[in-house]
């Protein structure tokens, strides 16, 4: 079974600052998902990573992944109070077409 | 345009009594995912289909039952709902067509009270 871990958990940030949430997953895989999750809703897709070395931006959020290091990134770029939210990374579906989604990273963007 | 229907978000019901949640899917999609999310946890696969075919989480308790009864509709049963079973319920659909895996796509959820 896929394990994928976050860090950091919570993560409380200055606007127009920039930082990087991790996500590490123990098996080789060659796809990574990112989700985002406003208090109180659902989870929202963001980026699909289906390479080795993908890179996928979208405003001020930008993911990558490493499928060597097993190491999926997702950068903020001079946070805004609107990214403030839950983003959860996910591995892909395995034999059993389930997907294994990390702990999630509460992310608080300070004016 | 909405793709994935949850229906009702938001429920209320007693200690004990029956409760079915329903979502419907507009993509076609031939995989059907169940969660239940508590607060400040991630989403915890209770269930999915692929297709007519069911696949239940080792861990997830009896109490909770599923039936899709066609491509398009999927239903969690909560046979007796006990206090811990309040939670947000999502489901989800993803067509992994081909073996090439596509992402999930969420409905907006049913946040379920018990009372």
């Known amino acids: 079974e896929l394990k994928v871990e976050q860090n950091p958990l919570f993560l409380s940030m200055q606007e127009g600052k920039n930082y990087t949430i991790y996500c590490n997953y123990s098996t080789t895989s060659d796809r990574l998902y990112w989700y985002r999750q406003d208090p109180g809703k659902s989870l929202e897709s963001l980026f699909v990573?289906?390479?080795?070395?993908a890179v996928k931006q979208e405003g001020r959020l930008m993911a990558s992944l490493d499928t060597k290091a097993r190491l999926s990134t997702l950068h903020i770029t001079a946070a805004v109070h609107d990214l403030s939210a839950t983003y959860f990374c996910a591995g892909p579906p395995g034999t059993g077409n389930q997907f294994y989604f990390g702990t999630g990273t509460s992310l608080t963007v300070i004016p | 345009d909405a793709m994935v229907i949850q229906n009702p978000r938001y429920q209320v019901t007693q200690f004990g009594k029956p409760v079915t949640l329903s979502c419907s899917q507009t993509?076609?999609?031939?995989?059907m995912y169940w969660y239940q999310q508590k607060s400040s946890q991630a989403p915890k696969l209770l269930f999915h289909y692929y297709d007519k075919d069911f696949n239940n989480e080792a861990d997830t308790p009896d109490n909770f039952q599923s039936r899709r009864p066609n491509t398009s509709f999927c239903f969690l049963d909560i046979r007796s709902p006990g206090l811990g079973d309040a939670a947000m319920y999502l489901c989800?659909?993803?067509?992994?067509?081909?073996?090439?895996?596509?992402?999930?796509?969420f409905g907006p959820g049913t946040r379920l009270t018990v009372l």
């Open positions: 990573l289906l390479s080795n070395g």
């Open positions: 993509l076609n999609h031939n995989v």
């Open positions: 989800a659909t993803s067509s992994l067509a081909g073996g090439f895996g596509d992402t999930q796509y």
